[in-house]
Structures are given as C-alpha cells and as structure tokens.
C-alpha cells in the first residue's frame, strides 16, 4: 500500500477516472485548471507525491507551448498546437490513470467483479497491470545493456541510424514481450483464472466516507458544469 493519507476503494478512482473524461471534453481553460488541481490532490491524497508533481509540470508546459502556438504560429504550425491542445486536455485523465494503474492487480479484479463486469472484461485488464510495469523493468534492462555496449536509447547517434534502434531495442523488448506474455498466461492458468465458477477474493473492498465524500464532490462538478450549459449554452 501506498504511503499516503487516505486510501481510496479502486470504483472510486474508477468513477473519477470516468467524470473527469467526461468533463474534459465540457470545460473551457478555467475548468480544465480546476480539474488538474483536483487530480492532483486526488494523487497527493494517496500518496503520490512524484506523480503528482510531474503531472502538474507537464501541463502547465503544455499549456505554455499552446499558448505561444496559437499566438505566434501560422500554417503547419497550427496542427502541432492542436496535438498540443489535445494531449493538455487528456493530462487530468493521465493523471487519473497513474493512480488506477498503481492499483493492486487483486484489488483491480475484486472492484470489477463486485461491480459484476464480465469477465472478458475483468481477465484482460488483470494482465494488462501485471503486464505494462514488467515491460517497463524490461525495458530499462535492456537499456542498461545498451550502456554497456556505449550506446544511448536516447541519443542524436541513435536516432540517426534505424535499424541499430530496431536492432538494439525493439527486437529484445519484442523478445521478452513474448516471454512476458507466456509467464503471465501460465500463471493466470495456475490461479484458475480460467474456472467458470464464483471467484472470491482476499481483499476486501467497502467504501468508506472519504469515497463517498470524492465520489459527490465530482458528481457535484458534473452536474454544475451540464446545468451551466443548460442555462447559458457555454462551458464554464
């Protein structure tokens, strides 16, 4: 378990993760500041102080780099402030998904199954956590081993040979992701994540105040923001 103040019950984080979607897609500017600052909160709640940080700093230099586009740019220049503006109104959803991903996987399967999500659904993102943080150590391996060979992944002499990164990254990441893949399948074979019958968990899950307090403030926000355009036919 995270160090951090509260511990949140993962269909909380989900429910989050679901309205905060929604409302970047409603709000204007203010808005979207005022829902990076409650991710940020929400991340900081928990625990996770680095993300939380990164993920303000990340936005606000985007939020900068759209500005001097829109104001300064003509022509092509245009498209990359509109990539720009995009990925600056996903980050509070980014934000959200650190948490959701730092979930434990037992946790993740217990909320969805109390949440009766089917199976397909519930066996997927099981693998999936377990998945992209063993890619992630994989991946810093094979970095390793290519400072060992006096080579950087990020690097202008890397970037301008293709093959050598085709070559020295993704043909062992492809290798290992393979391997991944086969461990992960057997263990979910040896948990009996295949048995057809009732599943119970170790974890037990219940929503304590601190939930049902996240849950009505965003629920509360929501309900501002689609009766503001109901009233004046603008996001807030």
């Known amino acids: 378990m995270r160090p951090g103040w509260l511990r949140f019950d993962p269909r909380t984080t989900m429910l989050l993760l679901l309205l905060c979607s929604v409302l970047t897609l409603l709000v204007d500017a203010a808005g979207l500041f005022c829902l990076v600052a409650g991710a940020s909160a929400y991340l900081l709640l928990t625990g996770m102080w680095l993300q939380a940080m990164t993920g303000v700093c990340v936005f606000v230099l985007l939020y900068l780099v759209q500005y001097g586009i829109v104001e300064y740019a003509t022509g092509p220049g245009l498209m990359l402030g509109f990539m720009v503006f995009f990925a600056a109104r996903i980050m509070p959803v980014a934000m959200l998904v650190q948490c ?3 979930t434990p ?5 217990g909320a969805l199954q109390r949440l009766r999500a089917p199976r397909a659904l519930v066996l997927p993102c099981a693998v999936i ?3 992209l943080p063993t890619i992630r150590s994989e991946f810093a391996s094979i970095r390793d081993g290519m400072k060992l060979r006096g080579l950087s992944a990020l690097s202008w002499r890397t970037a301008a040979h293709p ?3 085709v070559e020295s990254i993704y043909v062992p990441l492809l290798m290992r992701s393979m391997k991944v893949s086969d461990d992960l399948s057997v263990s979910a074979a040896t948990r009996g994540a295949d048995n057809p019958g009732h599943r119970t968990s170790l974890r037990q899950l219940r929503f304590q105040p601190v939930d049902v307090i996240a849950a009505a403030c965003a629920i509360t926000a929501l309900g501002w923001v689609l009766a503001d355009q109901l009233v004046t036919g603008t996001s807030i």
């Open 100 to 102: 959701l991903a730092e």
């Open 105 to 109: 996987p037992g946790e993740l399967v």
């Open 129 to 131: 956590l377990r998945f």
């Open 163 to 165: 093959m050598m990164v």
